[in-house]
Structures are given as C-alpha cells and as structure tokens.
C-alpha cells in the first residue's frame, strides 16, 4: 500500500512509523505540515496515497483531505481522552496506565471514529519524553499496523465515540500557571510529578538564584537534604535543590526569554547554564560509579557485576538527550577503563531504556565561547572513547541500546563487537544534516559491518533504520523483544548466557588476531587522522554550513519546508 505520513516534524515517532511501515513491505512518502496548507495538497496529489497517517500533528489537517482520503491521527490517550496535552496531563495526575488511540480525522480534534488502540502502562520514574519515545512509541506502532491492518481489508468499520465521552475527555493546554511549583510546600513526588510531565518540553517555568528558568529533568534524592526550594549541592553538571521531605536533582536548565527578545534559548547542563550565579562553596557530590540498587538518586553512568563469578560487566550511561559533552566523554572513558580493569568475560556498554546516545554536545558547544574549538575537543574526546571500545581485545564487548541512536552515537555501539537493539530503537548512521562528514571511526567500523556500497548509502541518504532493518544489513546482531523497563533484565540474561558460552575463549582470540591484522592494514590513526582533515574543515570554516545547522537545531527553529531527502521518498526515481 502507498502511505502518505503527514507530522508537525520528523521526530522520532515519525520515523519509527515510516521504519515499521517500510519493513512490511509499504511504500511510505512523508509531508511535513508547516502551516502551509497548499504545500499539504500538493503533496496529497503528487503522492495520491491510498491511506494517510499522522504520527505528530499539533496542526488540523484541511478538511477537503480529510473528506477525500482517509486521515488517521495518531494521538497519545486512550479512546475518549482529548486535548493537546494528554502526556502531561496523564504524568501530572500520576496515572499507572494509559493508551494510544488512532481516529479518523474529523473537524472536532479527537473526535473522529477509532480505528484501533493500545493500552500501555505508565512506569513510575519516566518523564515525559522518555515515556514518548518508549511505552508510548510502542503503542503507536501496534495500533497503527493494526489501524493499517483493518483499513486494507476494506470490511472494518471504525467505531463512534459516544458524544458523552467526548465531552468528558476534553483536557485544555497545560499552561505553565497550572505547572508552578510551590517549594516551600510541596512534596518530592509533587516536584517529580510537575516536573516529568514538562520534560523535555515545555519545561517548568520558575525562579532559581534570582533569574527566570525552563526546568526539564527530574530524579530523587533520598540522602541530601536543606532548605525547601534551595540549591545544596552539583553532581555532574546537575544541581540538587531541596524540597519540603527530601531534595530533587535537576539535570538541566533553560532560560527563559521574553518573546521577541532575540535568538531563542536552549537547555544546557544546570551546573553550566547557572555559572557564576552558583552560590560559593556549594558542594560537588559525586556518586560512586557502583551504587547500591536501593539507592534512590540521580548519576548518568553506573557500574555493576553480574553472572557466575561477576563475568559480566555492565557500564550504564544515560546523557539528557543522548547528548555527550567534551567532559561527559572523557568521564564515560574513565569509567570504561575501570570497567576494563575489572576480571570480567564480557563487558556490556549501555542496556538502559531510552537514547543510546547521539554523538556530541551540539548544546555544550553552541554556548561555548568558542564554538569550533570546543567542537573539536569534543570530537576528540568522542574518539577516545570509541576508540577505547575498538581496541579492547581481551573481553567482548556489547552495545545494548533500548532506544535511538545517531550520527556519532550509532559508531560508538558500532565499535563494540556485538550490538542489541530493543525492538522499536531507530538508528541514524549519518552526520549530513548538521552539515558534517563524520569521525568516530566510522570509515573503520560501518564498512566492515555493512560493506562499502551500503555505508555510502546509509551516510548520504540520511534516513533511519530499525532495528530490525540493521540487524537485515550487519550494523546489528540482536533484536531484543522486550518492554523498556524489562530491557535491563533481558540484556543481563543474553549477557550472562555469552559469558558463559563454551567458545567464548576462541572469539576473543579470533578478535584479537582480527584487529591486529586490520591494524597492519591500515592503522586506527590513519582513520581518525582522514576523517579529522574533513571535520576540521566543517568546524573551522566559516563557509562551511555546520554552524548554521547546528544553531537552528539547538534553538528548534521551525522547518521552512518539508527536507528534500524526505520529500522523494515513496515517489517514482
């Protein structure tokens, strides 16, 4: 079937629909909505689609498309919920579970008739965006292959939702009057609430050291304690700041502007985007890279043992945005040599729910003083750490991501030996859109996976691959069927079955002749040295359109038209 994918933005959900639907089988075309309603029929003409779908849409579809062509609108609640903010309505009331509906386009938002749904249950510590992107993302896919599924047959007659319900469901827009919070009264669970059902968008408006700011992330602290409301420690480029009963960690900070003030502003690291209005003498509390799991507090890398005589090392890591600074780099590569020290078999990298990672810190280096030179040292540090994978020879290494990746994120899981990938995690092995060639080895790393043709492919047609669709081509040798908060447990199963396998000993040998030949091939150095001439010239020269790139993209600025490379797909070559 032809299908027509119509969204406010290609985001990730977007993405993960046209990945499904182009693995079974169907020719899938993509137009944004951007407010230009004719570009929307002329794109419906140029594709005549026989079904159009709407992942992402906070804008209405006209309604001489909805009344010629069956409109599906993918939206984020169970039948009968309405409104443009259901997540945040749903995290902000502490709902355990929740659904996906997908409805026939109707004049009335929400109130066309259902074509499918899927529950899904709503896990305790997820904020918003992270609950998108996994529980929420997995529903959307079962009921838009179902919806599909039931449209094909051509005998499914959608059902009516009762005018009754409709009018009980409506939720208006969560303004941020509704989301302030009160630090002198509330509660850790009410700051947690409030602030994971504004993550990662809008954020929490507030007042912190006499400024105006976008609070997005939030995690526990069950030892820390002070003054409610006020900052008593860092960790990491996160701040902790007590509440009435215990204190919450804050992992980053965007300021708030007047509308028309200029450039719009962007989250950075809470520690960083405060400055010098940090108070002095406001304590750095690290926490230990293995903690005890009963620990209730917030750290972005973990170490722990697992199997028969701890055979298996598992390194967690989990950056806000999948992002990785200069600095989280060099700390995620301090913590891999202490996992390298250890006498484990297999080394596990990642295996938690949500972004693998995404390469650099576009964020970091935008608010740098100098944005080429703190790119560089960013790319350095990246390759470091990949670098560091690349060359472990003495144990296995697994990347296990439960959920997406990108541009340098996607070479750093290439450079392990084995990559898993949940079920639903899209991959982006590509760095030309931000206008950049690429480094973190990946000349070395996607060729010998995927072959030469196929990486050329993959690099310049920009364009995500699933799951399944990665371990189809080499970049992956497992899919993982498992839920986001049972990843974990499935990872340390497999894991624990690979350390334990009789010819564990002959592939770590067969590894190690492996890279020492491909060394004498043609040295890591070399690689690193050719890809740097190319990303050297794409940070330094002012001709160059990364810079450009990379501020549209860390302030959010809105999409002119739908990109071309998106534009020609389901159309005859």
């Known amino acids: 079937m032809h299908i027509l994918l119509v969204a406010s933005a290609f985001n990730s959900l977007t993405q993960r629909v046209l990945a499904e639907l182009q693995d079974r089988g169907h020719t899938v075309g993509v137009e944004l909505a951007l407010g230009n309603d004719d570009a929307l029929r002329d794109a419906v003409r140029t594709h005549a689609p026989q079904l159009i779908v709407a992942p992402m849409l906070t804008s209405a579809i006209p309604e001489d498309i909805w009344r010629a062509h069956t409109c599906l609108i993918v939206h984020p609640g169970p039948?009968?919920?309405?409104?443009?903010?259901?997540?945040?309505w749903t995290l902000r009331d502490g709902a355990e579970s929740w659904g996906v509906t997908v409805l026939a386009a109707v004049a009335e938002m929400d109130a066309g008739d259902v074509w499918a749904w899927s529950p899904l249950k709503v896990p305790p510590l997820a904020g918003k965006s992270d609950l998108y992107r996994g529980e929420v993302a997995d529903a959307a896919i079962d009921a838009v292959l179902l919806a599909v599924e039931r449209f094909a047959s051509g005998t499914y007659k959608p059902k009516r939702q009762k005018a009754a319900d409709l009018a009980a469901g409506w939720r208006p827009f969560l303004k941020q009057a509704e989301r302030r919070i009160d630090w002198t009264t509330e509660t850790t669970e009410s700051v947690l609430r409030?602030?994971?059902?504004?993550?990662?968008?809008?954020?929490?408006?507030?007042?912190?050291?006499?400024?105006?700011?976008?609070l997005h992330g939030a995690y526990p602290e069950d030892e820390l304690r002070g003054t409610p409301g006020e900052l008593i420690a860092t960790r990491a480029g996160a701040v902790c700041r007590a509440t009435t009963d215990g204190a919450v960690w804050i992992a980053q900070l965007r300021p708030w502007r007047a509308p028309g003030s200029g450039l719009a502003s962007f989250k950075l690291p809470a520690a960083?985007?405060?400055?010098?209005?940090?108070?002095?003498g406001l304590p750095e509390v690290p926490a230990p890279l293995q903690l005890p799991v009963s620990r209730r507090t917030w750290t972005d890398m973990r170490y722990s043992e697992?199997?028969?005589?701890?055979?298996?090392?598992?390194?967690?890591?989990?950056?806000?945005?999948?992002?990785?600074?200069?600095?989280?780099?060099?700390?995620?590569?301090?913590a891999y040599r202490f996992a390298c020290s250890r006498p484990t078999s297999v080394l596990v990298l990642g295996g938690l729910r949500d972004f693998f990672s995404n390469g650099i810190h576009l964020n970091v280096i935008e608010a740098a003083p100098d944005p080429a030179e703190e790119s560089w040292a960013n790319i350095h540090a990246m390759n470091d750490m990949v670098e560091a994978v690349i060359t472990t020879t003495d144990r296995l290494t697994v990347a296990a991501l439960g959920g997406n990746a990108a541009a340098g994120g996607v070479m750093l899981a290439l450079a392990a030996d084995e990559v898993w990938c949940r079920d639903g995690a899209i991959l982006n092995p590509h760095y030309k859109l931000m206008?950049?060639?690429?480094?973190?080895?990946?000349?070395?790393?996607?060729?010998?996976?995927?072959?030469?043709?196929?990486?050329?492919?993959?690099?310049?047609?920009?364009?995500p691959v699933s799951a399944k669709r990665a371990v189809e081509l080499g970049m992956a040798e497992r899919v993982l069927q498992a839920a986001p908060e049972e990843l974990g447990d499935e990872v340390m199963r497999l894991a624990t079955q690979?350390?334990?396998?009789?010819?564990?000993?002959?592939r770590i040998?067969?590894?190690?002749?492996?890279?020492?030949?491909?060394?004498?091939?043609?040295?890591?150095?070399?690689?690193?040295?050719?890809?740097?001439?190319?990303?050297?010239?794409?940070?330094?020269?002012?001709?160059?359109?990364?810079?450009?790139?990379?501020?549209?993209?860390?302030?959010?600025?809105?999409?002119?038209?739908?990109?071309?490379h998106v534009a020609r797909l389901g159309l005859p070559r």
């Open 79 to 88: 039948p009968g919920d309405r409104g443009p903010s259901s997540l945040d």
């Open 435 to 463: 206008g950049l060639y690429g480094s973190e080895y990946w000349t070395y790393t996607l060729p010998r996976r995927v072959g030469d043709s196929e990486a050329e492919r993959l690099t310049q047609s920009a364009l």
């Open 498 to 506: 690979l350390a334990a396998s009789p010819d564990l000993a002959a």
């Open 509 to 564: 040998a067969k590894k190690q002749a492996k890279r020492a030949e491909d060394e004498s091939v043609k040295p890591l150095q070399q690689y690193r040295d050719e890809e740097l001439t190319h990303m050297r010239r794409n940070f330094f020269d002012r001709s160059e359109p990364h810079a450009a790139l990379r501020s549209a993209f860390v302030r959010k600025e809105k999409a002119q038209h739908t990109p071309a």
């Open 194 to 214: 409030q602030l994971r059902a504004a993550d990662s968008q809008p954020g929490v408006l507030d007042e912190l050291l006499g400024a105006q700011w976008y």
């Open 272 to 280: 960083d985007a405060l400055g010098d209005l940090l108070p002095a």
């Open 306 to 334: 697992h199997g028969a005589h701890g055979a298996v090392g598992v390194l967690n890591f989990s950056f806000p945005g999948g992002a990785m600074s200069s600095v989280q780099c060099r700390r995620l590569l301090e």
